[in-house]
């Protein structure tokens, strides 16, 4: 680190990407195909991200022109004004205590919690060649993309860069598209079982009123 940037740091673009994708590989345990895949893609957005929060700051410099000519007396090559939502929204004190801070850090350990939850479920229902319906899979059926979508979606809050921005849409219709085939498979192998929990149980957004036994919290008092 300089007195001018806070960049080139490859040590915490090594240290933090090893850091998460380490989270997400214990949490997942990947055993299938489909299993690499989804980690694989959700590695490459983390490696992106701290490269520009630690390493080469491609949106700054892509954007420097526009940047200077609106904010001119604020330095971008440091980190704290890296954030750019608490510039542009003209927020105040620390950027790691404004709204858009705080926010990413609920949806990425809701992320993190649903994931590991979900992946444990799941991989002791593929062990015993089970359909996974309870925990996070009684209230929708693909709660481990979910994760990796809501994770992705906090870094995005915290640390906006053009790669992720432009990255995450492709990312979210990969998982869409995994999610896709992983029910061919599921209805190829449990066919009337599995249609049924397609027809109780939501695709993406959660039904907080079923528990994770799967059945309607109304119905339990």
């Known amino acids: ?81 890296g954030h750019l939502l608490h510039t542009f929204f003209g927020l105040k004190g620390d950027a790691h205590w404004d709204p858009f801070h705080v926010a990413s850090m609920v949806f990425i350990v809701a992320g993190f919690f649903i994931l590991s939850s979900a992946w444990n479920v799941l991989h002791h229902a593929q062990k015993n060649r089970q359909l996974a319906t309870t925990g996070w899979y009684a209230r929708c059926r693909h709660p481990q993309y979910l994760a990796f979508i809501l994770i992705m979606f906090g870094f995005l809050l915290q640390w906006p860069t053009i790669p992720t921005l432009v990255m995450f849409p492709i ?6 598209k ?15 079982l599995y249609m049924n929990y397609i027809k109780t149980t939501p695709s993406w957004i959660p039904n907080l009123n079923v528990n994770f036994e799967g059945k309607n919290n109304e119905n339990t008092h």
């Open 171 to 176: 990312l979210v219709v990969v998982y869409v």
């Open 1 to 81: 680190m300089n007195e001018a940037s806070d960049y080139g740091l490859w040590s915490l673009v090594f240290l933090n990407s090893a850091i998460f994708i380490f989270f997400a590989f214990s949490f997942v345990k990947p055993k299938t195909k489909t299993d690499w895949r989804s980690l694989g893609v959700f590695s490459a957005f983390i490696v992106a991200l701290f490269t520009e929060m630690y390493g080469f700051p491609l949106t700054i410099y892509l954007l420097s022109g526009w940047l200077t000519e609106h904010y001119p007396n604020i330095n971008f090559y440091s980190h704290e004004n």
């Open 178 to 192: 995994l999610a896709k085939r992983e029910e061919a498979l599921a209805i190829s192998e449990f066919g009337e």
